[in-house]
C-alpha cells in the first residue's frame, strides 16, 4: 500500500459533535453519524487530486488580476522541490506569494507530498478536522464584524513610503479596501492570529494610538492547528482527531512533521460575504485563508512539504442538505432529567440541570440549514511522529500476543488451519513494526518516547521473550 490511514468511527461522531452527545448516542446513530463525519474530512483531504485542471488560456492572462477574488479554489505548495515554480500566470499563480501554487495535483503527486522522499518507510498518516461551527450561530445568520488593514493611514505613518512587503501584501489582495468586508468569520480570525498580516494590523493600530497599544500574540501563527483535547493547559486548539486518538499524541509542537496537508470548505456565510464583495476589490474567500494557511504550516511546524487548499463551495453546496444530511446536520438537545435524592447536593444539581435545560428551550432551535450553512469543513492530513503512541502499543501487543506461552496451543492451531500467516511471516511483520516504531519516534525531550523517563523499562521493547 501507499499509505495507511487509521480513521475512528467514534473519533469522528466526537468531532461532528461533541463529546456530550456522543456519549448518549446509539451505537447505529453513532456509526451513521460517523460515517458521515468521516466522509467530509476524506472528501475534503481529497480535493488536492479531484480539481478541475483548467488549462491556461489568453483570456485568463487578460483578466488575471480581476478574477483573482473570484476563483472557486487555491492551492499553496512549499517544498524544495516545487520551489521557482511560483510565477506561472497562465494557472493563475500569483508572483507574490511566498509559496508555488498549482491549479490543481495529480494522484501522484499528492502521494508525494504526503509521503516525502527523506525515507519511503513514512507511510503511516492521520487526520484531524473541524467539521461544525466553533460557537453556536445566531438564527438568520452572522453579521460582520471588524478588522483589516488600512493602508491609507500605514503610508501616512510611514511618509508616503510603502515597504517590498506591504507592497507585496497589497497586490496579492490580502491587506487593503474596507475593513469590514474583510472580515470572514471566526475561524478566519483564529487563523490570522501571529501571521505577517495581523502583525501589520497590529502595527497599523500602534501607530494610530502612537504606542499606547502594544497587545501582540508571540505564539506565533499556527496555534490553530493544535487538537482541541490539548487546550487545558491553554492554547487555541479548533480540531479533533479522526485517527483514534486514544492515546495521547501530545501538542504538535513536540513532535517532528514530515508532511502537512490542509484543505478547507469555508462556510456558506463566509462564503456569500465574499462574493457579495467581489466587485468591490476586496479579498475573496479563496486568498484570504490560503496565506495564513500556508504560514501557520510553514513558520510553526516546519514540515518537509506542506501544501494548502482552499475551495469556494461550501458544505452546504455540496450536501444541498437534503435526504439524510438534514439528519445529520440536525440539532437535537440533550434531555436531562434528574430526580432529587433527598440530600442537598443532589437537588442543588437537579436545580441547576432543570434552569440549563430551561434555558436551551428559550433558545430559538436551528434548522439544519442554518447549521449546514456556518458549517466549515477544515481537515489536515499529517505525516508526523504523532503516529508513534499507536505504533508503539501495535508493536508491544504484537510481541505480547506472537510470544505469549499461553497462546502457542492456539496459535499452532490456527496456522493449521489457515486462520493466520505462518510464524515466519509473523516475525517480519513484527520486524516491520519496530522499524516503523523508530522510524515514527518524537525528539528526544518531548517526553512522549518509550525509555527516555528512567522509570521506563527500556530493555523490555528489545526482549523477544516479553
Known sequence: SDAFLPISI???????????????????????????AVAFALESSTLFYRLRRDKPSASNNNHHANNRSGRRSRLGIQSGFYQGYSGNSGYEDDANDPFATASSLTYHEFLACARP??????????????????SRPSPGGV????????IASLLAGNGGAMSQQLMQLSLAGLIGGNSSQDHFGELHERMMRGTTIEEMRLEQDRRRTRGRSSSSRNKGPGEWMEDSSTNVAGGGGILSSLSGNDIAFGRRTYH???????????SATESRRSNSVEGSGSTGV???????MMESMGMKYRPEVSSGLVVRDSVAQLTGVGSYWGSVFAERRLQSSTTASGTGEAAVAAEGK???????SETPTLSPTEIANNTPILSILGNSTRSYPRLNSISTGFVGALHSRSNKGYFSRDVMSGLIPEQDDCEEALEYCRELVDVYEPPLGSGLVVGEDANDEIDAYFDEDA
Open 256 to 266: 517532528h512533521h514530515f508532511a502537512l496537508l490542509t484543505s478547507l470548505r469555508p
Open 117 to 134: 522522499s527523506s525515507d519511503s518507510r513514512r507511510s503511516i498518516l492521520e487526520m484531524d478536522a473541524l467539521i461544525r461551527p466553533l
Open 354 to 360: 432543570s434552569t440549563e435545560t430551561q434555558q436551551q
Open 286 to 292: 479563496a486568498s484570504a485563508y490560503l496565506r495564513p
Open 143 to 150: 453579521g460582520a464584524g471588524g478588522g483589516g488593514v488600512d
Open 10 to 36: 467514534d473519533g469522528a461522531h466526537r468531532a461532528l459533535y461533541g463529546d456530550e452527545r456522543s456519549a448518549s448516542a446509539s451505537q447505529n446513530r453513532k456509526l451513521f453519524e460517523g460515517s458521515a
